[in-house]
């Protein structure tokens, strides 16, 4: 039996393995050319033993780096262990092979010491176009073909010699090569510098100590995880909600049914009863998506960084677990061939409704509903010399209010962690002019001792002719409130013509629209739900909520039973705390 190893050694290790995962990201986004890995960060980096356990992450979106283990596995289905060389370096972004969806590309790369396969250096991106049927983004479409290239663990590099065919391929295949060939490159420059980084922590501190190490960390991690899931009563858990289509079947809900199932230290999520698979792009793959979703929840509520006074590395051990079921052919675990582009907006809507069915056990660890949705919007056109110009856009929404505080306002929230793209780098290169970036002010959030985060308004408009893809959800079903919170408010999505004036609704889900010169399309997050009795919230906080903007007078009185007198002193309005203890006796009665 190998000795443990001392706390000091472990921790200077793990610490190392962290550094090392970080450094990957940082060299990936830095080297990067497209503003969705640039600037949004809309990647994930680590070390991976030859189990394909996940060893360290980098601090990016959760859903790439829970992901990874998958794509290995899904590597392994055509490169067996043996099979791998030093200098090999491989592609790979099949959907029903781990991949979390056919944009993220993964770049791996054995890692070998002294001879020997110790692991693997791994990144994944979102690239901004392989060849879908529509630029960028894709939603109402058949199959998983008409996604763009299915790269399935092919081989870029064979003992450090390139395979120029393949190169040619993808750059023959994306609407815009320079971004997406500059991408490759940052990736595979951030996968070479993994494999030096783990060699060399390993000639430092000798391979035996390394791998010790890891599975030391590993196992506390876990422990860490199942002390806490054992905290919650065993017993089944349940919640629902819907989605508002698929894309193509305008008006027809699809329903999410969650039971989360707690046996002493293991939780179970099981999705039994969600909806079949849809006919587009509106489905998710289940080793690449809905287990990460899992992972992420769990870990989130359980072993929040800010919330747990010791630090947990993060790795394979906290996923170990947990487990998920998904009948074959529902939304969350599709038959192949079915595309499964646009999966991101049913992942957020699970992750949520597993917080709502824990809620009433855990009330310290849960929100109430947050926006739990994406809004992933395609721009393009193109340019007068026949080439195209894409741009992704992820926008903010907003979260539930909390145990402790407010729900943040216009906020990337549950599982997406990426950052927004500044305006000035879009106006400088695409002929998209952003005229409005603000907190929504067309609604409220939901009402609550905390209320709820508040969403965000982006209005984009077209500088010449062009089409858009949006990826989006919840103009239907409104985040709830919790303990006595009010619900928040749903989302929109609106086009309007600066020329012609005309105005309309959209639908959630775009598929390739055409777009004028002087459209503009705006989009309005959900709001979060209010968490608690709003009769219990601070009458101060009411106050400033009606100053700065997030909601009237008459809520605050109706909502939250307080009292408000018209003043001029520059604000407009003071408390009355006598007639606010008052109303609010009068409410409680």
């Excluded at 289509?245 to 999410?256: F, K, P």
């Excluded at 809905?290 to 394979?316: C, H, K, S």
């Excluded at 393009?380 to 010399?385: D, M, Y």
């Excluded at 010169?517 to 709001?527: L, M, Q, T």
Aim: proline content about 6%; some cysteine; charged content about 20%.
């Amino acid at each position: 039996m190998t000795q443990d190893l001392d706390p000091i050694t472990l921790q200077v290790v793990g610490g190392a393995l962290h550094s090392i995962a970080d450094q990957m990201g940082n060299v990936l986004y830095r080297m990067s050319y497209s503003s969705i890995i640039r600037e949004s960060q809309d990647l994930g980096a680590g070390l991976f033993d030859t189990d394909y356990n996940t060893l360290c992450e980098s601090d990016s979106t959760p859903m790439h780096i829970g992901s990874l283990p998958g794509y290995l596995r899904g590597i392994a289905q055509t490169i067996p262990l043996e099979a791998w060389k030093p200098g090999d370096l491989v592609l790979h972004n099949h959907p029903y092979k781990g991949c979390s969806h056919s944009p993220d590309i993964a770049v791996v790369m054995p890692v070998f010491f002294e001879g020997e396969l110790v692991g693997f250096s791994a990144n994944t991106a979102h690239h901004v176009d392989i060849g879908a049927a529509t630029p960028g983004l894709i939603m109402d479409v058949s199959d998983m073909w008409a996604e763009g290239m299915i790269l399935d663990a092919e081989k870029l590099y064979d003992e450090g010699v390139r395979n120029e065919t393949l190169w040619r391929h993808i750059r023959n295949n994306t609407r815009v090569p320079g971004l997406v060939m500059g991408d490759l490159e940052a990736q595979i420059a951030s996968a070479e510098l993994g494999v030096r980084r783990f060699q060399e922590l390993m000639a430092r501190y000798g391979k035996a100590t390394v791998i010790q190490a890891t599975q030391q960390l590993m196992d506390y991690t876990e422990r860490r995880m199942r002390a806490e899931i054992a905290k919650i009563p065993d017993g089944e858990y349940f919640a629902e909600g819907f989605l508002d289509d698929d894309g193509r079947n305008y008006g027809e809900h699809l329903a999410i049914k969650v039971k989360v199932i707690i046996a002493g230290d293991s939780a179970t999520i099981d999705l039994t009863g969600s909806a079949p698979q849809t006919p587009t792009a509106f489905n998710v793959p289940f080793d690449g998506s809905t287990m990460v979703a899992a992972f992420f929840v769990f870990r989130a509520m359980l072993l929040d960084a800010y919330t747990t006074q010791d630090d947990i590395p993060a790795n394979e051990g906290s996923f170990r677990p947990i487990s998920v079921i998904a009948p074959k052919g529902c939304i969350f675990n599709p038959n192949m061939p079915a595309a499964a582009e646009a999966r991101f907006c049913q992942i957020q809507r699970m992750a949520d409704l597993v917080i709502k069915a824990l809620a009433p056990v855990i009330p310290d660890r849960c929100t109430a509903g947050n926006a739990a949705t994406l809004d992933f919007a395609a721009y393009s056109g193109v340019k007068e010399n026949g080439e195209y110009w894409v741009f992704l856009e992820v926008n903010e929404a907003a979260m539930g209010g909390r145990p402790l505080s407010d729900g943040p306002d216009t906020v990337e929230e549950l599982m997406r962690n990426t950052r927004n793209n500044p305006l000035e780098d879009l106006g400088m290169h695409l002929p998209l002019i952003c005229d409005r970036y603000e907190v929504r002010d067309d609604v409220e959030p939901g009402a609550g001792k905390f209320r709820g985060g508040q969403g965000v308004v982006k209005s984009q408009r077209y500088l010449t002719p062009g089409q858009t893809t949006h990826e989006n959800d919840r103009h239907h079903d409104v985040p709830w409130g919790v303990f006595g919170g009010k619900p928040g408010a749903t989302g929109k999505l609106e086009l309007h013509n600066i020329h012609s004036g005309e105005t309309k609704s959209l639908h959630a889900k775009l598929s390739g629209m055409p777009t004028r010169e002087g459209d503009v399309i705006s989009y309005y997050s959900p709001s979060g739900g209010g968490y608690g009795d709003p009769l219990e919230r601070a009458p101060q906080k009411v106050l400033d909520d009606v100053l700065d903007g997030f909601i009237r007078p008459e809520s605050a009185r109706a909502d939250y039973g307080v009292a408000l007198v018209e003043v001029d002193d520059g604000y407009g309005w003071a408390l009355d705390l006598p007639a606010t203890q008052a109303l609010r006796a009068e409410l409680r009665a």
